[in-house]
């Protein structure tokens, strides 16, 4: 496999909205970003992927793009952008543009013309239909939109305001990559792809997911744009199997570097309901083999994997599946060394690396995020009791992974001095912060900083193989192995003693939240323990 700097770098996710206001509106900016670069510096990260900042009415949070070639005002301008990229360079620290090409903002250029003008060539930019189907969109309701300007129905998969492009059009099509390459033409290091299997959508057929023509367009997009540098590009992929994920990731098919698949984030959803069901009681078991299959499937020079616990769309790992209680600082040590020990690109979502939580949301007047307000509401509709729906969407919201980085124990966690944020800070920030974590050389932060750096120096992370020892049920335990060296990572997720056996001579304690010489002896693994040594 011809190996790529995305290879040995761990990515940071940043979500601007809430990393580090600058001026004093209660809102984070890129000169918020660009005063914290010496931080992701220090943590060793090589890459920023950046939600969205492009110009946008803010109606889904920066996913509601109204031009893409121009910065929101709540976030700067071009030159901040250009600034931003010029200081991240400066630290090797690469910029990773959030790509959102299912939709824009019913605010768009196109959009307006297209509504405004039935007979202009942008109308076929969008997709218009005479009778709506029973598509519904993510965000509840139809799929459809009347517009009563020109009498027929447009497609949103997403809010009402997100009016989806239509991909069959070529024209549209080199629109985008025209504007993708204008940010390539900037110097940034490559794509995260929003929601990109739904690119091939067939509506008429109510086909949203790996659509026929989705590996075509993504073929003619690698070809137009991003293949012809050394780029990472990562898609957004709910309905990936490792098959198809393959498919987007053999660099022998020219698509695309590695996809984000959410198998595993499913354990959290109760089976066939909808995902605000969810199941707090993590399956381990069946963690072990969602984890083993992705492994083998993506084998170097066949595909390769993400790594991922969080992002913005998702709850705080810790809040979900670890113990927000005394074992937070070990339980996030265990879920770090878990995954960032296996064969793909991890990510780490801003907070993480502090153990950051979910938010204790009392009211539904505490939430922002346009998902959980409309699934609410269509509750309240059907005479749902709120104490139940609350129950749901502040577990599951995305509000969880939004409120504003926790930087210090003074006002707003030193996120801003403005005296309302745009969302409320958790209030346990005086104890988990960054500033607490920088000075306690056991904190949680110095786990996730040896473990970037582990990837950076030792190509095993790369290459080794990958398989699954058999143990107890909720102990996660594993080999790494190449022709010369072999590692065993060995993890106990959860909050009981577990038996296990170290029967391997080990020559070296690559990383542990715990000693390994105790579990030895004791033949048990105590709550939360997680070690990775080297087989003689």
Known sequence: MKKHWWHKTTIYQIYPRSFMDSNGDGMGDLKGIISKLDYLKDLGIGAIWLSPVYKSPMDDNGYDISDYRDIADIFGNMDDMDTLLAEANKRDIKIIMDLVVNHT????????????????????????????????????????????????????LFSKKQPDLNWENEDLRHEIYDMMNFWIDKGIGGFRMDVIDLLGKVPDKEIRENGPMLHTYLKEMNASTFGKYDLLTVGE??????????????????????????????????????????????????????????????????????????????????????????????????????????????????????????YPFMDLSDFEDIESINYANECLEKGEDMAAILDRISVIGRDNARTPMQWDASKNAGFSNADKTWLAVNPNYKEINVEKALADKDSIYYTYKKLVDLRKNNDWLIDADFDLIETADKVFAYYRSTEDEKYLVVVNLSGEEQNFELKDTYQEIIIANTDVEEVKERKTLAPWDAFCVKIK
């Open 105 to 156: 903002s019913d605010e768009h250029a196109w959009f307006i013309e297209a509504r405004d003008n039935p007979d202009s060539p942008k109308r076929d930019f969008y997709i218009w239909r005479d009778e709506p189907n029973s598509l519904e969109s993510a965000f509840s309701g139809s799929a459809w939109q009347y517009d009563e300007k020109s009498g027929q129905y447009y497609l949103h």
């Open 237 to 358: 992929t709910w309905g990936a199997s490792p098959e198809i994920a393959q498919q987007y990731s053999n660099p022998d098919n020219k698509e695309l570097s590695m996809v984000f698949q959410f198998e595993h984030i499913g354990l959290s959803h109760e089976e066939g309901k909808a995902k605000w069901f969810y199941k707090k009681d993590l399956d381990v078991k069946k963690l072990k083999q969602i984890f083993a299959k992705w492994q083998n499937k993506l084998a170097p020079g066949e595909g390769w994997n993400s790594l991922f616990w969080e992002n913005h769309d998702l709850p705080r790992v810790l809040s979900l599946w670890g113990d927000e209680g005394e074992n937070r600082v070990k339980s996030a040590k265990a879920f770090a060394i878990l995954l960032h020990l296996m064969r793909g690109t991890p990510y780490i979502y801003q907070g993480e690396e502090i153990g950051m939580t979910n």
